[in-house]
T-cell receptor, first 113, second 112 residues
Framework: KAGVTQTPRYLIKTRGQQVTLSCSPI?????VSWYQQTPGQGLQFLFE???????NKGNFPGRFSGRQFSNSRSEMNVSTLELGDSALYLC????????????FGPGTRLLVL | GENVEQHPSTLSVQEGDSAVIKCTYS??????FPWYKQELGKRPQLIID?????GEKKDQRIAVTLNKTAKHFSLHITETQPEDSAVYFC???????????FGKGTLLTVNP
């Protein structure tokens, strides 16, 4: 099976702009989670989607949003970008979410200038 | 919510020595504890996991132990090799929260 893919792999934006990142899960996986990774902070949970429904959300401002499509592909959007949003954004997929193995994509590295 | 503490943040060992990384969690409902390895510039990859109905699990040179009463779990790597050098993350999940909470990671360096 093909692994989790993410596009684009790299992005450079300026403050105030918005960005949309995409994640395609492993075929058959219905749960997609998003994480923000920054040096020293590890992986911080953004949100998790299952069958097009957001089941859990982390402690991020409302500028961070996401959605999932009927084919389980997911997107996350960050509006009004701030310098502190520069990070590696990882998505992970699993069959049903929760207490099971999550498989990570390669990530999208976002740089906000 | 769940909080996972991981120690140490950096660990340097000589090739062939053992390495131990420890994590504690706060939510007694957590029942799934995976460990991920992330090499520089690569995605995190699962190396071993344990569920709350098991106290220890081994896979070749890697083992994980879980103490539910104390709410801590540990990763043990024996006979370390330079290719074990990476950042290791512990995580916890459980109940109906559908998310993994990660520790902040341990940078392991294995010196030849």
């Amino acid at each position: 099976k093909a692994g989790v893919t993410q596009t684009p792999r790299y992005l450079i934006k300026t403050r105030g702009q918005q960005v949309t990142l995409s994640c395609s899960p492993i075929s058959g996986h219905r749960s997609v989670s998003w994480y923000q990774q920054t040096p020293g902070q590890g992986l911080q949970f953004l949100f998790e989607y299952f069958s097009e429904t957001q089941r859990n959300k982390g402690n991020f401002p409302g500028r961070f949003s996401g959605r999932q499509f009927s084919n389980s592909r997911s997107e996350m959007n960050v509006s009004t970008l701030e310098l502190g949003d520069s990070a590696l954004y990882l998505c992970a997929s699993s069959l049903y979410g929760g207490g099971e193995t999550q498989y990570f994509g390669p990530g999208t590295r976002l740089l906000v200038l | 919510g769940e909080n996972v503490e991981q120690h140490p943040s950096t660990l340097s060992v000589q090739e062939g020595d053992s390495a131990v990384i420890k994590c504690t969690y706060s939510d007694s409902a957590s029942n799934y504890f995976p460990w991920y390895k992330q090499e520089l510039g690569k995605r995190p990859q699962l190396i071993i996991d344990i569920r709350s109905n098991v106290g220890e699990k081994k896979d070749q040179r890697i083992a994980v132990t879980l103490n539910k009463t104390a709410k801590h779990f540990s990763l043990h790597i024996t006979e370390t090799q330079p290719e074990d050098s990476a950042v290791y993350f512990c995580a916890a999940s459980g109940g109906s929260n559908y998310k993994l909470t990660f520790g902040k990671g341990t940078l392991l360096t294995v010196n030849p």
